[in-house]
């Protein structure tokens, strides 16, 4: 068998290179939550992490990885959002120049975040344009090094330190649940999750619409479907990353959809009981959690909330639908 992109040394690693500067984010509890699921919930807050999602987690382990002369050029990435933000951050905290390029119809409270780290954008038409040749072409020309936001394991490596966190924090968990979008959060969880607790069941929660990491883990294959129609906006990608793929294929239990009725829910949820803003994407794997697919009663259940980036206009209508 061909050895995996990325092993539990890397995230511990990982967590050495980044743990000065990235949150180590709060753990919350719900005794409603406890109640709904017979089980014993444990949420894992990355909503508060610097650039508000996990994925500074990834962006900044892979920037500290920079020779002296990729720093001076600097970075290039492709996002809808979060990693734009997480990579423009990073490169801000280490004086590096940052080029995102963006869909044109990503959330403003993203776009405008992303400028205000300081990092130069560059829109695109997201149903026409293929971000990934934009962002090749950016990199040979300025000598910008590509980060992509998946499938490249320092990314995935760093995506894991939110899971070592959690059990460190919380000892043994019979079940995680996390949220999928391109696979390095899933990837990176489900190394550092199996590593120190093999009897952890791991799953990935991906919105219906776009229930390809599924129809991959089913069939063996990377599935390639087009740009889902979904409310979860940082789970819109087409396809897993290949590194991604590989951990998964090998370590992941099994892959959940869910419907985005289910996400308004777990949206609500979370304001109106536990106070929390949680963006539509961040809302995966509690609506896994109260989906009722999966029987958690008397389990110990690690639910990661992904981030807390979301309009405040859009989350206004989508708590009162
Ligand atoms: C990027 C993102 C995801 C999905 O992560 P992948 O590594 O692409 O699978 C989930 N939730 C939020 C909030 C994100 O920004």
Redesign the pocket.
């Given at each position: 068998m061909s050895q995996l992109p990325i092993s539990f040394e890397d995230i511990a690693a990982a967590h050495g290179r980044i743990s000065a500067v990235a949150q180590r984010t709060p753990v919350l509890t719900s005794r409603m939550a406890n109640v709904l699921t017979g089980a014993q919930v444990f949420f894992k807050c990355?909503?508060f992490q610097r650039s508000?999602?996990?994925?500074f987690r990834?962006a900044y382990n892979a920037l500290l990885q920079f020779n002296a002369e990729q720093r001076q050029r600097g970075v290039v990435t492709f996002?809808?959002?979060?990693?734009a933000q997480?990579i423009a951050l990073s490169a801000s905290l280490l004086n590096m120049p940052a080029v995102v390029v963006m869909p044109s119809d990503a959330p403003a409270v993203k776009i405008s975040a992303t400028r205000a780290y300081g990092a130069e954008v560059i829109l695109y038409d997201r149903y026409k344009e293929d971000r990934a040749a934009i962002g090749r072409q950016l990199s040979e020309e300025r000598g910008l090094t590509f980060i992509p936001?998946?499938d490249h394991p320092h990314?995935?490596a760093g995506?894991g330190t939110l899971a070592k966190e959690l059990i460190e924090e919380v000892g043994s968990l019979d079940v995680l649940l996390?949220?999928?979008?391109?696979?390095?959060?899933?990837?990176?969880c489900v190394t550092a999750a199996k590593a120190m607790q093999p009897n952890c069941r791991v799953y990935?929660v991906?919105p219906q619409a776009g229930n390809d990491?599924q129809q991959s883990l089913r069939s063996g294959e990377i599935v390639h479907i087009s740009t889902p129609d979904t409310i979860?906006d940082?789970?819109q990608?087409q396809y897993?990353?290949v590194q991604?793929f590989a951990v998964i294929k090998d370590k992941v239990d099994d892959i959940l959809a869910v419907e985005d009725a289910q996400l308004i829910e777990a949206m609500k949820f979370y304001a109106n009981r536990m106070k929390l803003v949680v963006?539509p994407?961040?809302c995966?794997s509690a609506a896994a959690l109260f989906g009722g697919q999966l029987n958690l009663q008397g389990k110990k259940v690690g639910v990661?909330?992904?981030?807390?980036?979301v309009d405040l206009a859009r989350f206004a209508s989508l708590i009162s639908m």
């Open positions: 990355e909503n508000g999602s996990f994925k990834g996002s809808s959002g979060n990693h997480g936001p998946f990314i995935m995506q996390v949220p999928l979008g391109g696979g390095g959060l899933l990837s990176g990935g991906e990491g979860a940082g789970a990608s897993l990353g991604p963006e994407t961040g995966l990661v909330i992904s981030g807390g980036n």
